[in-house]
C-alpha cells in the first residue's frame, strides 16, 4: 500500500511564501499515484521556434504529483475513539477523487490504520449505515446486506498518537532530520564521484 500523505491543495492556497500560513484543517489526506515532471505554457508565451520542438523559451518545467484523496467519515457514532477526536477516513468509490498538485505541495506522510467499525469483519463502511450515505459518506458506498456481497469503502483512522509522537526507535546516530538528510546527498556524491572515477581508469586503460 502507498503511504498517505498530506497535501495542501492546489487551489486557493500558495506556499512559496510561507507553508505556516496554510491552515491544517484545509489540507487533505491522500495517496501519491504518479509522480511526474512536465512543461507549462504561460498564457501569451512563445512556441518553439523549431516546429519539431516541443518545448517553447517561455515553458517551465514543474514536478508535480498524481494522487486520490481520502474523505471524512461522518457518522453518528459515540465512543471513545470520538471522545479522543480521532480522524476517521474512507475511500471514495467506486469512482476515486483523483487531482494533481505541485510536488511541494506535500508536507508529510499520515500514520493510517485500517478501522473496523461496528464489530465489521471488514475494514469497510458497514450496512448498517448505508442510510447515512448523504451525510456520511456521500462519495463512498457501504457493505451490501448479503454477507458474502460486495464490500463498500474501505474506512481508516489517523494514529493521532503515532503520530504526535514520532518514532517508535531513536534516529542512527541521533541525528537530526535534516543532518540525515545531508548526509544521504553527501553519500550519493561520494558514490557519484567513485563511479566516475572508476569509469576514467577504465577508459585510460583501455587506451
Not at 512536465?38 to 518553439?48: A, V
Request: charged residues 25%.
Amino acid at each position: 500500500m502507498q503511504d498517505t500523505i498530506v497535501v495542501i491543495p492546489p487551489y486557493p492556497y500558495n506556499i512559496t511564501e510561507d507553508i505556516a500560513d496554510v491552515p491544517f484543517k484545509d489540507c487533505w489526506y491522500a495517496r501519491p499515484q504518479l509522480f511526474f515532471q512536465c512543461y507549462l505554457r504561460p498564457s501569451g508565451g512563445r512556441p518553439p521556434k523549431n516546429p519539431s520542438y516541443k518545448i517553447g523559451p517561455d515553458d517551465l518545467m514543474y514536478n508535480l504529483v498524481f494522487f486520490s484523496t481520502f474523505e471524512e467519515l461522518e457518522l453518528p457514532i459515540h465512543g471513545p475513539m470520538e471522545d479522543a477526536g480521532i480522524l476517521k477516513l474512507y475511500e471514495p468509490g467506486p469512482i476515486p477523487c483523483l487531482y494533481i498538485a505541485p510536488f511541494d505541495h506535500m508536507v508529510g506522510r499520515v500514520p493510517l490504520f485500517p478501522l473496523y467499525l461496528a464489530g465489521n469483519s471488514t475494514p469497510t463502511i458497514p450496512h448498517k449505515f448505508s442510510k447515512h450515505k448523504a451525510s456520511g459518506f456521500p462519495m463512498g458506498c457501504a457493505d451490501s446486506a448479503s454477507s458474502d456481497g460486495r464490500r463498500g469503502s474501505s474506512v481508516y483512522e489517523v494514529n493521532t498518537w503515532l503520530w504526535n509522537f514520532g518514532r517508535g526507535k531513536p534516529r542512527l546516530g541521533g541525528l537530526t532530520v535534516k543532518e540525515t538528510a545531508v548526509r544521504k546527498v553527501t553519500a550519493r556524491k561520494d558514490q557519484a564521484d567513485r563511479s566516475a572515477e572508476t569509469r576514467r581508469r577504465r577508459k585510460a586503460d583501455r587506451g
